[in-house]
């Protein structure tokens, strides 16, 4: 979650100090002292990231498990959806129209008499005989007809068609099409990786930069599982910029031709072509724009999202052919619950995953639209269990931001919410570090403990000092010590042990030993 440093540190977090206060208490830590509480901060950090998770709030947005568990729809949704794979339906018009035998040339391609019977039959936009201004190209080749160059070299690298004896033949894959269409894509995709993303279209042709697409061509990894991993899809502009940083830091060309400018023109056009690729494939939707540039009409801007048939073949890909098996997120379990009842029942699910965690709070977002936010204010505000205040604090910061502003400062009136709010707003840039000085000691040690525990010992301290001179501070921790309040505990051994100061050190000590004898008395 980004956000502004307190007094020039790492950004706060709305941490739960009550809720690991707690969890010390009842496993029979002793709050005065120092090393038991440092060992069981250590142990904590060590436990599974779920069950810490659910306790810091934050790191449920800004951490996440190796191989984050993607969505994956069923078989027959993905079916129905690969059925509608326009290469696929260019490969069965392919295979019904060689049959048993078309004669090829010399170089392997079909005859141009039969190239323009399959332009016309597949509708692939081919142009013979091109005019350009007052210069007529002559279509010498199916070679020179680019998109049924492609379809022909995607389905002989996908085996439904293949060169005998001078002739192009169906095979026993290609007279089958059309059985089990997720088989078909499966068989597609595979072609695709091996062939290349960029090469699939261009080998062959007329192509100045070939020598570059073998780098555009292995992008097809880290592109299907950038996709697979992002459930709405992907800005196309955030994909050339990805593309573009790994082309600097690997592709040197010594040229003065070679501008900041034109490299990054370059790594567009290319992604272009690689994102036709899976388009035409039926693996992927892109709701681009059309500009006019060089006289030319081309594609931008937009985002790029995995169809349902994309999403069940390349998660399946990814595990069969490059070992990346990613998880398949459950679906969502707990969302017709209130967001408190909806948490504990997470608890109680023991869910091995973050990412499912998240996408139950997610989900039940999306379910509840705007109805969300006062539902998760009431939540913040009504609940007992800090680890639910934080939480639904967290949520509406990172689903609402700005929005949830002024419902979230109301909250600032309700005590047992004072500090975690305090925090929010200065995290959120809504208020100046300064608003973290409550002028009330049990608010102000309420948010040093929620400091401590999430940012740690040395921004607690800086917090601190920030009240004022050695005298100020001095008052403010005998003024903490009478507080009945366990976190106060934790701030006062970390005062103790953290505090540049010797005497205010010694004077943190000195109570820090007194609160506990007094928490101890009073759970007798």
């Known amino acids: 979650m980004a956000g502004r440093s307190v007094f ?285 540039r060089h006289r030319s009409e081309i594609r931008v801007g937009g985002t790029v999202a995995l169809t349902p048939a994309g999403r069940w073949t390349v998660h399946r890909h990814l595990a069969e052919s490059h070992d990346l098996d990613l998880p398949v997120a459950r679906p969502a379990q707990f969302t017709d619950l209130g967001f408190e009842a909806m948490i504990g029942a997470c608890e109680a699910a023991d869910f091995d995953d973050v990412a499912h965690v998240m996408r139950e709070i997610m989900v039940w977002c999306d379910r509840r639209g705007e109805a969300a936010l006062p539902e998760l204010v009431l939540a913040a505000g009504s609940t007992t269990d800090p680890g639910v205040r934080n939480m639904a604090l967290a949520v509406l910061g990172e689903q609402f931001g700005p929005e949830a502003e002024p419902a979230v400062r109301g909250l600032l009136e309700v005590p047992a919410c004072r500090g975690s709010v305090l925090l929010w707003l200065v995290d959120h840039e809504f208020e100046a570090a300064e608003a973290l000085l409550d002028p009330d000691p049990a608010v102000f040690a309420e948010v040093l403990a929620l400091v401590l525990v999430s940012r740690g010992p040395d921004e607690m301290v800086e917090v601190f000092e920030h009240v004022g001179n050695h005298d100020v501070q001095l008052a403010l921790v005998q003024d903490m010590a009478r507080i009945p309040s366990p976190e106060v505990g934790l701030v006062l051994v970390a005062l103790g042990r953290d505090h540049p100061t010797a005497r205010i050190a010694k004077a943190a000590r000195k109570e820090a030993m007194q609160n506990a004898s007094r928490q101890a008395n009073r759970r007798r």
Not at 48 to 63: G, I, K, Q, T
């Open 8 to 292: 020039g540190g790492p950004p706060p977090s709305e941490g739960v100090a009550g809720a690991l206060v707690a969890a010390m208490l009842a496993e029979g830590v002793d709050l005065g002292d120092s090393a038991a509480i440092e060992q069981w901060m250590e142990e904590f950090n060590a436990r599974p990231f779920a069950e810490r998770a659910l306790v810091l709030s934050d790191d449920v947005f800004d951490e996440g498990p190796p191989l984050p568990a993607v969505t994956v729809p069923d078989e027959m949704s993905a079916r129905g959806s690969a059925a509608g794979s326009p290469l696929l339906g260019w490969f069965r018009g392919l295979v019904d129209f060689v049959g048993e035998g078309r004669k090829v040339t010399q170089t392997g391609n079909l005859t141009l008499a039969d190239a323009r019977q399959l332009v016309a039959l597949l509708g692939t936009g081919d142009r013979f005989d091109e005019r350009i201004g007052d210069r007529t190209f002559k279509t010498k080749s199916a070679s020179d007809l680019p998109q049924l160059s492609f379809v022909v070299r995607l389905a002989a690298k996908a085996r439904v068609v293949r060169v005998v004896k001078g002739r192009m033949v169906s095979t026993k894959a290609g007279r089958d099409l059309g059985r089990d269409p997720l088989a078909d894509l499966q068989r597609l995709v595979d072609a695709i990786c091996d062939l290349g993303l960029v090469t699939a279209r261009t080998s062959g042709g007329r192509y100045v930069w070939s020598a570059l697409a073998p780098f555009f061509d292995d992008l097809f990894l880290p592109l299907a599982s950038m996709l697979l991993t992002a459930e709405d899809g992907v800005a196309f502009d955030a994909i050339v910029e990805r593309a573009s940083e790994e082309f600097e830091a690997e592709v040197h060309i010594d040229n003065p031709y070679w501008t900041d400018s034109f490299r990054h023109d370059f790594v567009e056009s290319e992604m272009r072509t690689a994102i036709a690729t899976l388009e035409a494939a039926g693996v992927v939707s892109w709701d681009s724009e059309i500009v006019i």
